[in-house]
């Protein structure tokens, strides 16, 4: 018997997509919702793990549910095809979670490296809420719940998908064999691991507002790239320029293709010769932003132009969601009902038991 090929994926829903998203996951989400490899895929708008940071500021997340949808099925993810649902709508997942703290020291969450650097990273040391902390067991139960085999993450994410399969090895050992194992599945193109910001720095946020968003207009897009950071050590045409970590070529490694060079940049059959002109010196970073901005404009008008068509029908966005969630809950409940089999605390549906306590307190009698 073939095992059912399960995909769970999502994103936390604190603003609106951006380009980064895009290369990193939806561009792929799609490909892999299209290949009809798949029997079922879960996308989950991760609300709930959003509030565990943003525990004061509930209307920002609230807010940007929408947002997040309109950015999905802008890419092209479409409902008939991929179950899109709220975290939060989903309270089996929270039921889950504390079943699995059971089975993961606290020294073995200090460890995992993504909670490590996000501990550093907002500076929370010992304040650091417990829901926080424990957003890899939450992790566990978002993915175990759908029996994923698939989950499509960045590298940054694979400490979460290690803890995962901890957490299935272990129930699965002490309870016998119920949950499923996932599998990571990293990105293929090396150039969408980590798209950096427009001003260079490592990570695109909006903190820093350094985004190109999914839903930006064309003279936003124009605007963020004609200041785009470069290599400061090109400041003059003929000086000659370095290609690696600089964000224009970085977008272009991306975004780029050959029919591009034909249409907008014909003296250049590929991006290959035009990183041999920049290195070379003799080519202005003018000239080489102007055809990025051309490629993006591109790839992002008609998923801008399909985000304001969804945009038209609001209500009809939202009970999308509800139907997805409502799907979604049968899946994660059916899991949950097995767990509780595994456990032994599914007492009113074990007949055996009841049959059995009965013998035993006749034979007092």
């Known amino acids: 018997m073939s095992m059912t090929k399960i995909i769970l994926t999502g994103d936390r829903p604190t603003g609106r997509l951006h380009v980064g998203h895009y290369v990193g996951s939806l561009k792929r989400r799609v490909e892999l919702q299209n290949s009809g490899d798949f029997d079922e895929i879960y996308i989950m708008i991760a609300d709930a793990q959003a509030l565990t940071d943003n525990m004061d500021n509930p209307e920002k997340i609230r807010q940007n549910i929408i947002e997040v949808a309109l950015d999905y099925l802008a890419c092209g993810l479409d409902p008939q095809k991929s179950v899109m649902f709220i975290q939060s709508q989903i309270p089996e997942l929270c039921e889950m979670s504390f079943y699995y703290m059971n089975l993961v020291t606290v020294a073995r969450l200090k460890r995992n490296p993504t909670v490590k650097t996000e501990i550093q990273m907002r500076n929370f040391e010992e304040r650091i809420p417990v829901g926080f902390f424990t957003y890899p067991i939450s992790q566990a139960a978002d993915i175990t719940a759908f029996k ?201 549906d074990d007949k055996d038991l009841i049959e059995s306590q009965s013998q035993k307190f006749g034979q007092n009698n």
């Open 148 to 348: 994923a085999t698939t989950v499509p993450v960045g590298e940054d994410q694979a400490p979460m998908i290690e803890q995962t399969r901890e957490i299935v090895h272990r129930f699965n050992y002490v309870y016998g064999e119920t949950l499923v194992e996932p599998n990571i599945l990293l990105p293929d193109n090396a150039a969408c691991m980590r798209l950096p910001g427009t001003d260079g720095k490592a990570k695109m946020s909006k903190s820093l507002g350094n985004c190109i968003y999914l839903s930006d207009t064309e003279e936003e897009i124009h605007k963020k790239i004609m200041s785009m950071y470069t290599d400061p050590t090109h400041l003059r045409v003929e000086d000659p320029g370095h290609v690696e970590g600089n964000p224009v070529f970085i977008y272009l490694d991306a975004f780029s293709t050959d029919e591009h060079f034909s249409k907008y940049l014909p003296e250049y059959k590929n991006l290959d010769e035009l990183k041999a002109h920049y290195t070379r010196g003799g080519l202005g970073d003018v000239k080489v932003k102007r055809f990025l901005n051309n490629v993006l404009q591109e790839v992002l008008r008609p998923i801008r132009e399909r985000r304001a068509e969804f945009a038209k029908d609001i209500p009809a966005v939202y009970k999308m969601l509800q139907e997805g969630s409502i799907i979604a809950r049968k899946k994660a409940s059916a899991t949950l009902e097995e767990m509780k089999q595994a456990m032994k605390i599914n007492y009113f």
